[in-house]
Each structure stands twice: as C-alpha cells, then as structure tokens.
Nanobody, 121 residues
C-alpha cells in the first residue's frame, strides 16, 4: 500500500508564502500521479494541482501564476509552493494518489491526513 503524509501548513498573512510537502512511502513504485486537493469550509473538495512521474503538471486557473507543483524523486516527495496567498486559499490541503494492487488488479485511492492552511488579512 501507499502512505501519504502532508506537512508545511500553517498561518500566513495574505501575500505570503508556504511550501507544502507530501511524502510518499510504501509501494511507491506504483505511483503514477500525485494530486493536491483542498477543501475550504462549506465547499466541495477541489483539485488544485497535480504532477506525474513523467513530470507533467497541472494547476487550476485560480492558482496559476501563484502556485507551483514539483517533485523530488530521491525522497519520494511532492511539493506545492504557494506564493501570493489569498484569503480564499484558506483550506485543508490533501495529497492524493491512485494505484493498482493485487491480482486481479484493483484500484485503490490513497489520501494524506491533510494540512491546514490559513491565510489572514
């Protein structure tokens, strides 16, 4: 199985920066894509960014130009660099991945425990 652990959240003023980390362990050889999601109070969980093992990245429009997703394969870690933070970025941020395990193969979803990001005025 895969275990994901997020870190790096905290309190920051609007305009500030945070770097979130998602460390993967376990059967990491099965990981093809790691996504960042966030969930603000009263809102649906939404995809924020993703990065594949091939280096393909994606970002939603609201964070383009401010956030960057990257990876360090040496330590099985994905990062979300968040700059120019806004109040509306306040949310619990989760990393997520999918994998196939067993015979016959079955799909599994893996989620981290989440890390709180709070942006103040």
């Amino acid at each position: 199985q895969v275990q994901l652990v997020e870190s790096g959240g905290g309190l920051v003023q609007a305009g500030g920066s945070l770097r979130l980390s998602c460390a993967a362990s376990g059967s990491t050889f099965n990981i093809n894509l790691i996504d960042w999601y966030r969930q603000a109070p009263g809102k649906q969980r939404e995809l924020v960014a993703g990065i594949s093992t091939g280096g393909t990245t994606n970002l939603i429009d609201s964070v383009k130009g401010r956030f960057t997703v990257s990876r360090d394969s040496a330590v099985n870690t994905v990062y979300l660099q968040m700059n120019s933070l806004k109040y509306e970025d306040t949310a619990v941020y989760y990393c997520h991945t999918k994998g196939l395990e067993g015979l016959p193969p079955r799909m599994f979803n893996y989620w981290g425990q989440g890390t709180q990001v709070t942006v103040s005025s």
